[in-house]
């Protein structure tokens, strides 16, 4: 079987240029926990993940003030929180130059390798280079595990 049989037809995506929070709206609405970021034109310029949005939350301990301040109230300033919800997508998101992505004619088999050898949970697909979907391994693994009659 093939990537583009199993392509996610619903495609979420962010723009490089949305705040956190409007992204993490877009997560939220569509109930994933990643979402693929491409520019007004279409074009895939990277990936943003809910690990990427913790690793923004966590203040740098070089920052020892801010740092100090949250270790000692266990508690996020409320100006890093504004900070926070201000910063866009492209300050967080992996780069294309980073992105795993698989073609649509490669084998869902490859797929699955590439995401348990890179921890991914989805992988953008293209065609032709360009974006046309992606695909996840809990829809690959429903193909294995429920859907395909093998009787």
Same mark, same amino acid.
């Given at each position: 079987?093939?990537?583009?049989? @199993? @392509?996610?037809?619903?495609?979420?995506?962010?723009?490089?240029? $949305?705040?956190?929070?409007?992204?993490w709206e877009v997560l939220r609405e569509h109930g994933v926990t990643g979402a693929v970021v491409v520019t007004e034109e279409g074009r895939l310029v990277g990936v943003v993940t809910d690990g990427d949005f913790i690793r923004a939350c966590m203040p740098s301990e070089t920052d020892i003030a801010?740092?100090?301040?949250?270790?000692?109230?266990?508690?996020?300033?409320?100006?890093?929180?504004r900070y926070i919800r201000a910063m866009r997508v492209e300050d967080i998101m992996q780069p294309e130059d980073q992105v795993i992505?698989?073609?649509?004619?490669?084998?869902?088999?490859?797929?699955l390798a590439l995401m348990f050898q890179h921890r991914l949970r989805r992988i953008p697909v293209l065609e032709n280079n360009q974006l046309i979907g992606t695909i996840s391994?809990?829809?690959? @693994?429903?193909? @294995?595990?429920?859907?395909? $009659?093998?009787?």
């Open positions: 079987m093939l990537v583009k049989e @199993l @392509l996610e037809s619903n495609l979420v995506t962010v723009a490089p240029t $949305d705040t956190l929070s409007k992204a801010i740092y100090d301040e949250i270790m000692e109230k266990m508690e996020l300033p409320d100006a890093f929180l992505t698989i073609g649509h004619n490669e084998p869902i088999i490859k797929a391994r809990a829809q690959i @693994l429903q193909e @294995l595990l429920i859907t395909r $009659d093998v009787s």
